[in-house]
């Protein structure tokens, strides 16, 4: 029996290379969408194949999926993860996240390559801000408000995909999505270990988490499920204050004692207005932003994964604490702590 073709696009970073890995040891036959100039640092398996796609011109990347479909055979399954979360220009947002989106869609079906499934890798930034008075979680049949440009562009992409008739998908909205080779929950945990803890504003934070493993677990139960065109929720169930995830970094670094210090919204605003003009001159995108500061000001990011535990018999492995520490542990053998 042939293994089943999988096309992971975005394969080069750091969920889409957890992607890979899991899709190699659940036998498909990987194909990695990387650009030619991508870095293959955490995609060394032989097992690999490699694929350039023009995800900008919908025309020669119909042409590419019919000349793959007619040398291999067409994709089983797409986990379309590839994607920006920070620009020097925020029209790319739309271009990267929502425009690749539409135009690798068209191509699938202007090929004649609908696969079985397609996953569409989302975020919980295309529902916006939560109830911040009651801190309710956001529910899927709340309506989305996204107000950042890179919710918005993840949005756009998922109403476009919610259009298609005959076009099997799921959309997985997850939260902060960390773990090892994740850059900037990293700096986090590099400030907290030389001794200093950097909160945002005065009022409780609501933090929900993913480990990056039990996101990929989330995508191979979408791709083998029967259930298609829905969309869900992904942390790992639980909640945690700011001060509650703050102890568990310094708890897990070894770190007891740390200057703490909380930084006013309107500080923080100037700063990432800074940090942006600073970033279009160095011509070097920046993970401060205006677009990060809405991100970061939000107070309340629960939501209800019950529909995918219902669903897909979602049920994450790891807690915040067993993810930092195996996180960690990654770090420091990689010589990042």
């Known amino acids: 029996m042939m293994a089943k073709k999988l096309l992971v696009t975005g394969a080069s970073g750091f969920i889409g290379s957890f992607l890979v890995e899991k899709g190699l040891s659940e036998g498909f036959e990987v194909w990695a969408g990387i650009r030619k100039s991508s870095n293959k640092d955490y995609l060394q398996d032989k097992r690999i194949h490699f694929i350039d796609l023009d995800y900008g011109n919908r025309f020669k990347l ?86 950042t440009e890179y919710g918005k562009s993840k949005r756009k992409a998922e109403l476009y995909l919610q259009s298609q008739r005959a076009f099997p998908y799921i959309i997985l909205r997850p939260t902060g999505v960390y773990g090892p080779r994740e850059k900037d929950y990293y700096l986090m945990l590099k400030t907290v270990r030389s001794g200093l803890d950097v909160g945002v504003g005065f009022k409780s934070q609501h933090l929900t988490f993913i480990y990056v493993k039990d996101l990929v677990d989330a995508a191979y139960l979408a ?94 492995r790891y807690s915040l604490k067993k993810g930092l520490e195996e996180s960690v542990d990654w770090y420091k053998q990689n010589g990042w702590l």
């Open 62 to 147: 119909s042409d590419q999926l019919k000349n793959f479909a007619v040398e291999y055979g067409k994709f089983d399954y797409v986990i379309h993860n590839a994607g920006v979360t920070k620009c020097l220009d925020y029209q790319e947002f739309d271009k990267i996240n929502y425009q690749n989106t539409v135009n690798l869609i068209d191509a699938l079906i202007q090929s004649d390559n609908i696969p079985d499934k397609f996953v569409l890798m989302s975020s919980l930034s295309a529902f916006g801000m939560g109830d911040e008075v009651n801190y309710t979680p956001i529910k899927l049949t709340d309506e989305p408000h996204p107000n």
């Open 223 to 316: 791709i083998n499920s029967q259930i298609e065109n829905k969309a869900y929720f992904v942390t790992d169930g639980d909640v945690y204050t700011d001060k509650e995830y703050t102890a568990l970094v310094k708890q897990v670094i070894g770190r007891k004692h740390v200057l703490s210090l909380k930084v006013p919204l309107w500080l923080l605003k100037i700063v990432s207005i800074t940090a942006e003009g600073v970033s279009k001159l160095t011509k070097k995108a920046s993970t401060l932003n205006r677009d990060k500061y809405i991100i970061m000001k939000q107070r309340n990011w629960e939501c209800d994964i019950e529909p995918l535990k219902a669903d897909l018999g979602f049920n994450p």
